[in-house]
């Protein structure tokens, strides 16, 4: 994840480069290091580097990393004649790479010859049939293709060997969301939540699912880690604060005509209303009456 220094740090000296101020190189490697897709910009500053024979001479052994960072960048771009010199050059330098290889595939992916990027993959998946990067790229390829039952199924079988790739359990939640299996998707949150407890974005996620799901249960599990939610953005996220209101009235809706000792207690709902209400005089106080209307409609 990109901090804020590193992205002031990279928007810095993007202007600085756009502006000809130079670092050129710079501002590439911060790109490939933070794994940012500024594809347009890495395109157009690097071939600015890889066409002047000096600056190329100077860059070493990197001059062919950053052939590849333009080859991925053209493809993105949907410049493939770029791309395919590129990729020409690197396998005149790596006849036998596997990493050239999986350039080609993405080549193949760009032009949209699935059946022979599929036959590319696979071949290198004989060699190596844990090449993580090849592995993702069938990810890729089929949701590309809108195969989401298939990217389903590669994510799967990926995750059954590289468990801990939080990124991949991240994906598979979303699509698991896009097509409404929002139990397989809280299965995937569970995941995340035990791997990397204190990022709030997972505990907020995994509630809005559970909030989804709806029943009872699924509802006082959502409000607690709604709560565990606010407790890690220090009180100042305000999906996790309405999540409190919608779950706490939603539970009151199931509870009505139960023993006092079953229904939920307000308390919880009065201190995120008034959060809300702080956070929206602070920073959008013409939306306060919307606000208030809406808690007002929230039965408790």
């Known amino acids: 994840?990109?901090?804020?220094?590193?992205?002031?740090?990279?928007?810095?000296?993007?202007?600085?480069?756009?502006?000809?101020?130079?670092?050129?190189?710079?501002?590439?490697?911060?790109?490939?290091?933070?794994?940012?897709?500024?594809?347009?910009?890495?395109?157009?500053?690097?071939?600015?580097?890889?066409?002047?024979?000096?600056?190329?001479?100077?860059?070493?052994?990197?001059?062919?990393?950053?052939?590849?960072?333009?080859?991925?960048?053209?493809?993105?771009?949907?410049?493939?004649?770029?791309?395919?010199d590129?990729?020409?050059?690197?396998?005149?330098?790596?006849?036998?790479?596997?990493?050239?290889?999986?350039?080609?595939?993405?080549?193949?992916?760009?032009?949209?010859?699935?059946?022979?990027a599929e036959k590319a993959y696979s071949s290198l998946l004989e060699e190596n049939p844990f090449d993580q990067v090849v592995l993702k790229r069938r990810v890729a390829m089929a949701k590309a293709q809108g195969n989401m039952s298939g990217a389903i199924e590669w994510l799967n079988k990926y995750l059954e060997t590289f468990m801990a790739d939080h990124d991949a359990w991240r994906e598979l939640a979303e699509i698991y969301v896009s097509l409404q299996m929002y139990k397989q998707a809280a299965y995937c949150y569970e995941e995340l939540i035990l791997s990397q407890p204190t990022l709030p974005l997972y505990h907020l996620a995994y509630a809005e699912v559970l909030y989804t799901l709806g029943g009872l249960e699924n509802l006082q599990t959502a409000k607690k880690y709604y709560a565990s939610t606010i407790d890690l953005t220090g009180g100042k996220n305000t999906r996790a604060l309405f999540g409190i209101c919608?779950?706490?009235s939603a539970i009151g809706q199931?509870?009505?005509?139960?023993?006092?000792?079953?229904?939920?207690?307000?308390e919880l709902h009065s201190l995120a209303a008034t959060a809300l209400e702080k956070i929206y005089k602070q920073r959008a106080p013409t939306k306060l009456p919307l606000l208030n209307s809406a808690l007002k409609g929230l039965k408790i």
């Not at 600056?55 to 333009?70: A, D």
């Not at 949907?78 to 395919?84: I, M």
């Not at 990729?87 to 010859?113: A, D, N």
Request: glycine residues 8%; charged residues 35%; aromatic residues 4%.
């Open 254 to 266: 199931l509870t009505k005509g139960r023993n006092k000792e079953e229904k939920e207690s307000p």
């Open 86 to 116: 590129c990729i020409k050059v690197l396998q005149k330098r790596f006849p036998e790479s596997k990493r050239v290889g999986r350039l080609e595939g993405m080549l193949l992916e760009s032009k949209g010859s699935w059946a022979e």
């Open 1 to 84: 994840m990109v901090t804020k220094t590193e992205e002031t740090e990279l928007n810095r000296l993007e202007i600085q480069v756009d502006n000809g101020g130079g670092g050129a190189w710079e501002y590439l490697c911060l790109v490939r290091k933070l794994k940012v897709r500024r594809s347009d910009k890495v395109l157009k500053h690097g071939l600015s580097i890889l066409n002047d024979p000096k600056k190329r001479s100077n860059l070493g052994p990197e001059e062919w990393t950053l052939y590849e960072q333009v080859a991925v960048a053209a493809m993105d771009c949907q410049c493939l004649d770029v791309a395919k």
């Open 246 to 248: 919608l779950c706490t």
